[in-house]
């Protein structure tokens, strides 16, 4: 019979069998950070191309299509290291879904990449499509934290998804906003979507800064003071005037360079984000590795009382955690020996099942914490999306309605989006 014991022992090597999956998992998020850096960049120069009309950045689109060949030939060969075989991989329906999405993306860009060089496409159509798999990439990092068991690791993701989050709306916005700034004006719909874009990247950054460490609060707030965020500022402001004026034909160059340097800027802390998560991943498993060589150590000494003729039980009589009378030993103690363990090793035994209890808790406690800001976001995109698809309403529409219900009544927005989703039925199509 299997003793209290050899079950911690069982436990600690499910443990490290998770944080082995979940080392390959962080390795394959910081390749997609870097790949959705690479699209970006290129779905901006794509962008400027096609708006001009092939009159601008023709090179600097061949050269971003090279890099982003190189990464997203990395990306492919972590998806292949995945186990997909034994069916044993946690949240692995969901994962997998997402990056057989991506796949089926990437596997589209040639002939996107084809009909861009050929100016066969407008720059919206070019933006959506670069979008739809930059979304589908963020998509597979949201499920390696909806899938993390480990409370501090998970924290780590929710930041770092979040942050990739908030640096793809400030990519769209630079796209909008070169397209405006490049035609000489801005329409009351692209102000808007300015408008939302920038209030949803801030809320973005505040979940981030919400779940990261301190270490990387302290690079993001450096990285939001660099001399390029005041001329992003400013440029915000002359965007989104009413009525628009006429704007200077040099402005879009101005806006392409100042929004790029702020993503380059966040860039940086992703980097850090990323390199920090798989130190975090290497010192948990070299930690939980630990913790069973000296359960295994202690399991060996219990074995071998065992082969001398001895029952390796011991009751120990705990006032706290038992509440029971504390009973005389033979030393004048507190713990009640059975043939031959000595006091010493039967404390051993409990204090290692307290303090695998105590901590099995406080990662429950805390991980439930990091995944409620994740099912807070599943509740407004499943809203979101029932809005838009039983009142006809474009998603930043069906996110303001969202939004300014949250504020006139004063609740969260995650409240609003669940009454939204209990009252589906009544939703009925324009």
């Known amino acids: 019979m299997k003793s209290a014991l050899g079950f911690l022992v069982a436990a600690k090597r499910c443990e490290i069998q998770g944080l082995e999956q979940l080392e390959v998992t962080s390795g394959l998020v910081k390749g997609v950070s870097e790949l959705v850096h690479m699209l970006q960049k290129e779905r901006g120069v794509s962008n400027v191309f096609l708006a001009s009309r092939g009159c601008r950045f023709a090179e600097q689109r061949v050269e971003r299509v090279d890099a982003s060949l190189g990464v997203e030939a990395a990306v492919r060969e972590r998806f292949g290291q995945l186990d997909t075989d034994s069916g044993r991989m946690a949240g692995g329906v969901r994962l997998f879904s997402r990056i057989a999405y991506v796949l089926h993306c990437l596997d589209a860009l040639p002939e996107l990449r084809q009909s861009i060089a050929a100016q066969k496409i407008s720059a919206d159509e070019a933006t959506r499509s670069f979008t739809g798999l930059i979304a589908g990439l963020l998509a597979v990092v949201f499920e390696a934290a909806d899938t993390a068991a480990d409370p501090v690791i998970s924290r780590a993701l929710v930041a770092?998804?979040?942050?990739?989050?908030?640096?793809?709306?400030?990519?769209?916005?630079?796209?909008?906003?070169?397209?405006?700034?490049?035609?000489?004006?801005?329409?009351?719909?692209?102000?808007?979507?300015?408008?939302?874009?920038?209030?949803?990247?801030?809320?973005?950054?505040?979940?981030?800064?919400?779940?990261?460490?301190?270490?990387?609060?302290?690079?993001?707030?450096?990285?939001?003071?660099?001399?390029?965020?005041?001329?992003?500022?400013?440029?915000?402001?002359?965007?989104?005037?009413?009525?628009?004026?006429?704007?200077?034909?040099?402005?879009?160059?101005?806006?392409?360079?100042?929004?790029?340097?702020?993503?380059?800027?966040?860039?940086?802390?992703?980097?850090?984000?990323?390199?920090?998560?798989?130190?975090?991943?290497?010192?948990?498993?070299?930690?939980?590795?630990?913790?069973?060589?000296?359960?295994?150590?202690?399991?060996?000494?219990?074995?071998?009382?065992?082969?001398?003729?001895?029952?390796?039980?011991?009751?120990?009589?705990?006032?706290?955690?038992?509440?029971?009378?504390?009973?005389?030993?033979?030393?004048?103690?507190?713990?009640?020996?059975?043939?031959?363990?000595?006091?010493?090793?039967?404390?051993?035994?409990?204090?290692?099942?307290?303090?695998?209890?105590?901590?099995?808790?406080?990662?429950?406690?805390?991980l439930n914490t990091a995944r409620a800001a994740l099912n807070e976001r599943k509740l407004v995109e499943r809203a979101k999306g029932l809005l838009m698809a039983r009142r006809g309403m474009s998603e930043d529409e069906a996110y303001k309605l969202l939004r300014q219900t949250a504020m006139n009544q004063n609740r969260r927005l995650s409240e609003v989006a669940e009454s939204t989703l209990a009252l589906a039925d009544l939703l009925r199509p324009d």
């Open 160 to 366: 770092l998804f979040n942050f990739m989050q908030g640096k793809e709306l400030a990519g769209q916005e630079r796209a909008v906003g070169a397209a405006g700034f490049a035609v000489g004006r801005f329409e009351l719909a692209d102000q808007h979507r300015l408008q939302n874009l920038i209030e949803a990247q801030e809320r973005c950054f505040q979940i981030f800064t919400e779940f990261a460490e301190p270490t990387l609060r302290a690079i993001w707030r450096n990285a939001e003071i660099a001399p390029g965020t005041t001329e992003v500022e400013r440029m915000r402001r002359i965007a989104c005037a009413v009525p628009s004026a006429r704007l200077a034909p040099d402005a879009s160059d101005r806006w392409f360079d100042c929004t790029t340097a702020r993503i380059d800027a966040m860039r940086q802390v992703e980097d850090c984000a990323t390199n920090a998560l798989l130190q975090l991943c290497e010192a948990k498993l070299d930690e939980v590795r630990a913790d069973l060589h000296d359960h295994k150590r202690f399991l060996d000494t219990l074995s071998g009382l065992g082969a001398r003729g001895t029952t390796p039980v011991a009751v120990f009589f705990d006032k706290a955690g038992a509440g029971l009378e504390a009973a005389p030993s033979s030393a004048g103690g507190n713990l009640l020996e059975a043939d031959g363990l000595g006091p010493k090793l039967g404390r051993s035994v409990l204090d290692l099942m307290q303090a695998q209890s105590q901590r099995l808790q406080t990662m429950s406690d805390e």
